[in-house]
């Protein structure tokens, strides 16, 4: 079972930015797709970004533009770079493999985009 640390959350301004890493105990490129969902109190698990092993990417609407997701097979990464972040992106971000043996979350790291 792959183990998956993310960091790189924090406290920032509206407008600011930050870069959320994700540190997979295996290598990435055995898995279908890697990306990033994001969850706030109440509400599911919602998608963010991803990018499939063949190296498709998609965007959740409301972050196209701001949002860019990259991988680093070399050093088993995945990263989400987040710009002119806006309340509304406020939520725990979790990293997600999956594969044909199912779907791995990490433990989450927190983003909080405040005034």
């Known amino acids: 079972q792959v183990q998956l640390v993310e960091s790189g959350g924090g406290l920032v301004e509206p407008g600011g930015s930050l870069r959320l890493s994700c540190a997979a105990s295996?290598?990435?490129?055995?898995?279908?797709?890697v990306g990033w969902y994001r969850q706030v109190p109440g509400n599911q698990r919602e998608f963010v970004a991803i990018?499939?092993?063949?190296?498709?990417?998609s965007y959740r609407d409301s972050v196209k533009g701001r949002f860019t997701i990259s991988r680093d097979n070399a050093k088993n990464t995945v990263n989400l770079q987040m710009n002119s972040l806006k309340p509304e992106d406020t939520a725990v971000y979790y990293c997600?493999?999956?594969?044909?043996?199912?779907?791995?979350w990490g433990q989450g790291t927190q983003v909080t985009v405040s005034s």
């Open positions: 990018i499939t092993s063949s190296g498709i990417i």
């Open positions: 295996q290598s990435i490129i055995s898995f279908s797709v």
């Open positions: 997600l493999t999956g594969g044909r043996r199912g779907n791995n």
